[in-house]
């Protein structure tokens, strides 16, 4: 027979303060440098907006919507759900089209496109490439709410990448190097690091119906 | 606590594996920089392609099948609003950090999750609560193994058993009793004199009666054998009916939470005082059990409370509650919100039985009205037509005392326990 004498019935409500309502305030500190490095990507790839050709503007109003709504989801992540006050199922409603779309995917095709349809500078795309790297990075922390000291291990990787980064846009400086057999070649080879790509992911896809 | 005699269950569970979100993005940079670098021609975006590529070629090749979970179960008995604990551990995860988390059911609130040791096999204490009376799911636990750079995610789920939540019992420090007691050996003190440790008067010494209750000092003022009498102990038969037909009210203070509570409270209370308790559930299916004493009757009474019967009688066509659930010279409490009309009519047919009534009023809040001249009557009507039934109860010798759920049962029923209730039939 429980009956814990300093607890009275009256002690049981709907919703217990203390359990909600609780925001990690360092996640939203990563969530805001986030924001900053989002709207400085998605400037930075529309940039000069004049030059854009035909879907331009599509491109910039795809982008705009996917950095907005990636933003709103790491905002969502970062609060408790319970913490959401609205009534009935407008919670769910209100999160649900956040957290249905790969809005930071959408987001970096859509800069991508957005680089793609410029004449930019070889430098110029180089540039766009690390702020969209680091713009998945901070995603990442946002929503694991670790610290940037994770990444530590992978700073060999990162710091190869960004070299093969600047040698490719060292090569697509050079005059010359975008006419001719080199196109060819360079296709060729990136048509192999694309199945590579693929071939990275499909033994783990394929791991999980093991026994 | 949990129970410490509940034995962890130990399996090797298949992991599945998948790509996390982070390397899904980063698989989504890598291939649109080389889609782009094929058709536009240009190498700065295959150039762009190479750090995303580069790091999700970091991920181990290595990732385990399967892994030994071990989650010991949790006590299946709770209190409402109380945190209920459970261990989980970890074996053959491979160096990979797992971190475990409660997916609760509905009316549960999990605690946040946890980390658990890579390789040591220790487990980890993980909390939930029922926020709600009743028997339900509590959910599973989901634990999720991640390599050092969260490229691939594996993931396993165990299921964990249903949990018997009792209502969180009103307080309820005195107790009603009647005048007359039934002659059953029990800790109250009756009218009758007997063997109990309650004085009750002193009476002319007669040849049988034991000399150890001499009374000395009346004996020397009145020259003759006097003797102590004491007042019998006795214990008392007390049934609870619980009206669970009407579900109103604000959501954690509706007429059947507090139904709940107070039925809940009121069976703690008098079993405490070894007096036997029995219980009337009357919701879509009549459940009821004869009044008994004891732990394991608790576990029942509390069983029937918090679970609909799947099958049984439908109080529609009950005319007269069970005989065999009330026995003579039982204390009858009623907790009800007063809505249902053949449950009014149960209590009126038990006070002509010659039962002692005392009904429980939980009803705190009325229809939704708008500030229409109809509604308004409406609602009118309404107010008028409850306080009617409550007279009319309380005319037959019924009493009816409103709780709000928000002060201990012994306020409203402070006049009932102060003094015996006087049976008469």
Redesign the interface.
């Given at each position: 027979?429980?009956?814990?004498?300093s607890?009275?019935?009256?002690?049981?409500?709907?919703?217990r303060p203390g359990?909600t309502g609780l925001v990690r305030s360092g996640g939203l500190r990563t969530v805001a440098a986030t924001a900053l490095l989002v709207a400085i990507t998605a400037g930075w790839a529309a940039y000069p907006l004049s030059t854009g050709r035909a879907g331009t503007r599509i491109a910039v109003i795809v982008a705009v919507v996917s950095a907005v709504a990636s933003i709103g989801r790491l905002v969502l992540t970062t609060i408790p759900r319970q913490s959401i006050m609205l009534p009935g199922r407008s919670a769910e409603l209100l999160v649900s089209p956040f957290s249905s779309v790969?809005w930071?995917?959408v987001f970096?095709?859509a800069a991508?496109?957005l680089e793609?349809l410029h004449r930019a500078q070889?430098w110029h795309?180089?540039i766009?490439?690390i702020a969209?790297?680091g713009y998945?990075f901070a995603?990442?922390l946002a929503?694991?709410g670790a610290r940037p000291a994770?990444l530590r291990?992978?700073l060999p990787?990162?710091a190869?990448?960004?070299g093969?980064?600047?040698?490719?846009?060292g090569?697509?400086s050079l005059p010359g190097?975008?006419t001719g057999t080199g196109?060819a070649a360079?296709?060729i080879?990136?048509?192999v690091?694309?199945v590579?790509?693929?071939g990275?992911?499909l033994?783990?896809?394929g791991?999980?119906r093991?026994? | 606590l949990p129970d410490p005699r509940a034995q962890p269950t130990e399996r090797g569970r298949?992991?599945?594996?998948?790509?996390s979100?982070?390397?899904?993005?980063?698989?989504?940079?890598?291939?649109?920089?080389?889609?782009?670098?094929?058709?536009?021609?240009?190498?700065?975006?295959?150039?762009?392609?190479?750090?995303?590529?580069?790091?999700?070629?970091?991920?181990r090749?290595d990732?385990p099948?399967?892994i030994q979970l071990r989650v010991s179960t949790p006590t299946l008995e709770t209190?409402?609003?109380d945190s209920v604990g459970f261990g989980v551990g970890l074996t053959g995860q491979q160096g990979y950090t797992a971190e475990a988390q409660l997916t609760a059911a509905p009316q549960i609130?999990p605690g946040p999750a946890t980390v658990l040791t890579a390789g040591t096999g220790t487990p980890v204490w993980m909390e939930f609560r029922a926020?709600r009376w009743g028997r339900r799911r509590i959910g599973a636990v989901e634990v999720v193994l991640r390599d050092?750079?969260?490229?691939?995610e594996g993931s396993l789920r165990h299921e964990l058993p249903r949990i018997d939540c009792?209502?969180?019992?009103?307080?309820l420090d005195g107790v009603i009793l009647l005048s007359r007691l039934p002659s059953r050996l029990g800790e109250h003190p009756a009218r009758t004199n007997g063997e109990g440790g309650e004085f009750a008067g002193v009476r002319e010494f007669v040849p049988g009666d034991r000399q150890r209750r001499i009374n000395w000092p009346a004996t020397t003022r009145r020259g003759t054998l006097h003797l102590t009498t004491f007042a019998a102990e006795r214990a008392m038969n007390v049934v609870v009916i619980a009206d669970a037909t009407a579900d109103v009210g604000?959501?954690?203070?509706s007429s059947l939470?507090?139904v709940q509570?107070?039925t809940a409270?009121t069976i703690?209370?008098y079993?405490?005082s070894r007096d036997r308790v029995g219980l009337v559930r009357f919701g879509t299916y009549l459940g009821w059990i004869g009044p008994g004493q004891g732990?394991r009757h608790?576990r029942r009474l509390m069983d029937l409370l918090i679970s609909e019967p799947a099958f049984g009688e439908r109080p529609s066509a009950v005319t007269r509650l069970p005989r065999s659930a009330l026995p003579p010279g039982a204390l009858i409490v009623v907790f009800s919100p007063l809505l249902d009309p053949r449950l009014i009519e149960a209590i009126r047919d038990l006070r002509e039985r010659g039962f002692s009534v005392l009904i429980v009023d939980v009803l705190n809040s009325a229809p939704r009205h708008d500030n229409s001249l109809v509604s308004n009557m409406t609602e009118r009507l309404w107010a008028l037509e409850q306080q009617a039934i409550r007279f009319s109860l309380t005319e037959i010798g019924v009493p009816v005392v409103h709780w709000d759920?928000?002060?201990?049962l012994d306020e409203p029923l402070a006049p009932y326990t102060r003094r015996s209730i006087v049976v008469r039939h």
């Open positions: 027979m429980k009956q814990d004498a607890r009275t019935a009256s002690d049981i409500s709907p919703e359990r790969p930071a995917e970096v095709v991508l496109v793609a070889p795309t180089g766009l490439g969209l790297l998945l995603v990442h929503e694991t994770v291990p992978q990787a990162i190869a990448g960004i093969l980064l600047a040698l490719a846009v090569t697509a190097t975008t196109v360079l296709r080879a990136a048509i690091a694309a590579l790509a693929a990275l992911a033994p783990v896809v791991s999980s093991q026994p | 298949p992991v599945r594996w998948a790509l979100a982070h390397a899904r993005r980063l698989l989504t940079l890598g291939l649109g920089g080389l889609v782009l670098a094929i058709a536009t021609g240009r190498p700065e975006f295959a150039g762009l392609a190479a750090p995303p590529l580069l790091l999700l070629a970091t991920w090749p990732r099948a399967s209190v409402e609003g609130s926020d050092y750079a969260r490229l691939a009792d209502p969180l019992p009103a307080r604000e959501p954690g203070r939470d507090l509570r107070g409270g703690v209370r079993l405490a732990r608790y759920g928000k002060v201990s």
